[in-house]
């Protein structure tokens, strides 16, 4: 579904990514670890548009990427859920899920505000509440919810679990498993291993720009001196 090949991405005259290559399955999920500053935001932001890369190309549904403005990639039907979850503030949460949901790809079954309340109830309970005053774990769940709300195939999502409690990560997991369960493929960076990797099909690891391993996440398990030396656990 998604191809990123020999991919380079400056910010001015410094080097942030020197070739990345990875591939995201249609219906699988693959992680992007590393630790900070190793390119996993400069690698998402490249692909959806909002760092322009240098070279390299970035193939999705059979699209070329590079060079294409960022909404015209979220048409093409990936949705992103940012670091930071950049909810609006002064929007409801309702509003927040509806402003920009949309069925352009005409999917059979599409994503709902009912669905995302199924998915997760606590957001169906706060619905009311204007962004600012949401927990951080509220805000990430809406963050999940506004993305599949656009009805992307592919759903990214960078430090999806970042600062949250480990109930609220557990939820946002298991709700992750969900989704892919409904032939959605998502692409994820986040720190908390243990748990990204019982629902990950394949992992990849960037170190200093350059993707440095590759596998599944037995392999990686298995792979003490990878997750030492990449990973630091
Ligand atoms: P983190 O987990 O801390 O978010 P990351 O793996 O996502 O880290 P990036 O944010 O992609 O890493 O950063 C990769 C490299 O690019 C780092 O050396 C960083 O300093 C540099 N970089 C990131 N954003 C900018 C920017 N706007 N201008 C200049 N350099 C940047």
Do not use: C
């Not at 099909?201 to 391993?213: D, F, K, M, P």
């Amino acid at each position: 579904m998604l191809s990123v090949n020999n991919l380079t991405t400056h910010y001015g005259t410094s080097q942030a990514l020197f070739g990345v290559e990875l591939d995201v399955v249609t219906g699988e999920v693959a992680t992007l670890l590393g630790r900070n500053g190793m390119g996993k935001t400069t690698t998402i932001n490249s692909i959806m548009g909002i760092v322009p890369a240098s070279s390299g190309s970035i193939v999705f549904d059979e699209v070329e990427l590079i060079g294409q403005p960022s909404y015209k990639t979220a048409n093409l039907g990936i949705g992103l859920v940012p670091e930071g979850r950049q909810i609006f503030p002064n929007l409801s949460l309702m509003e927040n899920l509806v402003a920009t949901a949309s069925n352009h790809l005409n999917h059979d079954n599409p994503w709902t505000v009912d669905k995302v309340f199924d998915l997760f109830p606590e957001l169906g309970e706060r619905r009311k509440s204007m962004g600012n005053l949401l927990s951080g774990g509220e805000q990430q769940m809406l963050a999940i919810g506004r993305a599949l709300m656009t009805n992307p195939k592919l759903l990214i999502l960078d430090e999806a679990t970042e600062g949250l409690a480990p109930l609220v990560r557990h939820k946002i997991w298991v709700a992750l498993n969900e989704i892919r369960k409904q032939a959605m493929s998502i692409l994820v960076v986040d720190k908390n291993l243990t748990d990204l990797l019982k629902i990950a099909n394949r992992n990849y690891i960037i170190e200093r720009g350059r993707i440095v391993w590759s596998g599944t996440s037995d392999e990686l398990r298995d792979s003490r001196d990878v997750l030492q030396r990449y990973l630091g656990v």
